[in-house]
C-alpha cells in the first residue's frame, strides 16, 4: 500500500502519547490569564514528555509571545496557537524524503545503523517493502553478521517483499559483506541497496570504528546516499546518548524512531531533530508490516494534541 498518509491513519497508535502532553498544556492554556506558576507547569510538562530543556526553553518563549500578541478567549484558539508553536519546533521545511532514486550507472545506497533491539533490522524490511510499492527494484545487504538471526529475518523478508538479498556467513567481516551487496546491486541494475549494519553497541569502540569502515569501504564502489539511525523511542534519554555516538562516526542523514506507538513521550522527536540537526524521516508506529510511517509534523502534532 502507498505510505502516503499513513501517518494519519495510524494515529490512534499514538493514543498514549497525546493524552499525557496534550490534555494537560490545553487544560493550562485554556485557562485564561496564565501566572508563572502555570508557565512553570507548562515548562516542565514538556520536560517530562522528552522534549529536553533547550527545545522547551523554545516553545515556552514562542507561546509566550504568540499568548502576548492575541487575546485566546476559547479553548479552540489555545489549542490553533499551541500546535503552530508545536508544528515550527519540528521544523516543517526540512527534507524528510528518503533518496532512493538510482543514479546515472549506480543505484542508490542506503545504510541503516542502530543499536540491536531497536528494531533496526525489521526497519529495514519494512523500508524494503515501501520501496518496492513504490516501483523499485531493491536488494538487501545483511552486513549484519554478529547476529545469525537478522540475516535469516532479513531473508525472510526479501522474499516476502521480493527483494533479493546478499548475505555472507556467520561472523563474516561486515564491510565486506557490505561491499559485495553494493557490486552486486550494481551489477545486477536495481534501484537501490539497502545495507543492515550490525547493531554495535555505542560503547565499543571497536565496533563503531567497523560502522566507520563499512561506509568507508561500501563508497570505494559508490558514494551512499542516506545513513538512516533507527533509535527507540521508548529509551527517551539513552537513546540521544546512542545518536550522538553514531552521529561522530558516520554522518547520519535522517532519523527513524520505532515504538512511538509504546511511549508517553512523543517528545523525544522534538529532541532527537534538536540534538542531531537532522530530521526524523520515519517512525514506527506497531508491529505490522505496513506500520512504518512518512514523518509528517502536522499530523504528528496533531495526534499529540489529540
Do not use: Y
Request: charged letters at 25%; a negative charge; aromatic letters at 2%.
Amino acid at each position: 500500500a502507498p505510505t502516503s498518509g499513513r501517518l494519519t491513519r495510524l494515529r490512534g497508535r499514538l493514543a498514549r502519547s497525546q493524552n499525557a502532553v496534550g490534555k494537560s498544556l490545553l487544560g493550562l492554556l485554556g485557562g485564561g490569564d496564565l501566572d508563572e506558576d502555570s508557565w512553570e507547569e507548562i515548562e516542565d510538562t514538556l520536560v517530562m514528555a522528552d522534549l529536553g530543556t533547550a527545545v522547551t526553553a523554545t516553545i515556552v518563549e514562542n507561546l509566550r509571545s504568540e499568548l502576548a500578541a492575541r487575546t485566546i478567549r476559547t479553548a479552540d484558539e489555545a489549542r490553533e496557537v499551541l500546535h503552530s508553536v508545536l508544528v515550527r519546533a519540528l521544523r516543517p521545511e526540512l527534507d524528510r524524503s528518503i533518496r532512493a532514486l538510482p543514479h546515472d550507472n549506480h543505484p542508490s545506497i542506503l545504510l541503516v545503523v542502530g543499536v540491536n533491539g531497536t528494531g533496526k533490522t525489521t526497519t529495514t524490511g519494512k523500508l524494503a517493502r515501501v520501496l518496492v510499492a513504490d516501483g523499485r527494484r531493491v536488494l538487501l545487504g545483511a552486513a549484519d553478521t554478529f547476529r545469525a538471526a537478522a540475516a535469516d529475518q532479513l531473508q525472510t523478508w526479501g522474499e516476502r517483499v521480493g527483494a533479493q538479498i546478499v548475505r555472507g556467513r556467520e561472523g563474516a567481516d561486515p564491510a565486506s559483506v557490505a561491499f559485495d551487496a553494493v557490486s552486486t546491486g550494481i551489477d545486477t541494475g536495481v534501484d537501490v541497496v539497502l545495507v543492515d549494519t550490525a547493531g554495535r553497541l555505542h560503547t565499543k569502540t571497536g565496533l563503531m570504528d567497523e560502522l566507520g569502515k563499512v561506509k568507508r569501504v561500501v563508497e570505494k564502489k559508490a558514494a551512499v546516499d542516506e545513513v538512516l539511525l533507527v533509535l527507540d523511542a521508548t529509551v527517551g534519554q539513552n537513546g540521544l546518548t546512542q545518536a550522538r555516538v553514531f552521529a561522530d562516526v558516520v554522518d547520519i542523514t535522517g532519523v527513524v524512531l520505532t515504538k512511538l506507538d509504546g511511549t508517553a513521550k512523543g517528545g523525544i522527536v522534538f529532541q532527537v531533530q534538536h540534538e542531531l540537526g537532522v530530521p526524523v524521516k520515519l517512525v514506527g508506529l506497531g508491529e505490522g508490516a505496513d506500520d512504518l510511517a512518512p514523518f509528517e509534523p502536522g499530523a504528528f502534532v496533531d495526534a499529540l494534541l489529540g
